[in-house]
């Protein structure tokens, strides 16, 4: 087995990190991988740079998005209105699985050394 080299190693740390945000540690993930952007944002290829750059703004928009679908909640009068649970759950059914399966798809590529853009949302990857 072949030794991974660091740009691969970022990519694959840096999808992990999503997942993990969306799924079992959010914010404590996002924050490691904030630290990691931080860090490694400017020394690595274009591989490296397009997994870490796309998940570390994707991230920023799926915060965004909690966030504004928590403020339309307490704007439209608390959690007992049973149209608040449906926004709430076609968030989750809809966006948050999406981001997931993009997700799972970027570590995919990741862990093949090959580049992946978010569709629609994501960084433009140049040619080649």
Not at 61 to 73: D, K, N, P, R, T
């Amino acid at each position: 087995m072949q030794p991974l080299d660091n740009n691969r190693n970022i990519a694959i740390i840096a999808e992990a990190l999503y997942l993990a945000n969306l799924l079992i540690l959010p914010g404590v993930a996002f924050l490691i991988l904030a630290r990691l952007f931080v860090k490694h944002k400017d020394k690595l290829s274009e591989l490296g740079k397009s997994h870490l750059i796309q998940t570390f703004y994707i991230s920023l928009i799926g915060g965004a998005l909690i966030i504004v679908i928590i403020a339309a909640l307490l704007l439209a009068g608390g959690f007992n209105s049973a149209y608040i649970w449906m926004w709430v759950i076609l968030y989750f059914t809809l966006i948050h699985s999406t981001l997931v399966v993009f997700g799972a798809l970027g570590l995919a590529k990741a862990m093949s050394s090959k580049p992946w853009q978010f569709p629609i949302i994501g960084r433009y990857l140049p040619k080649g």
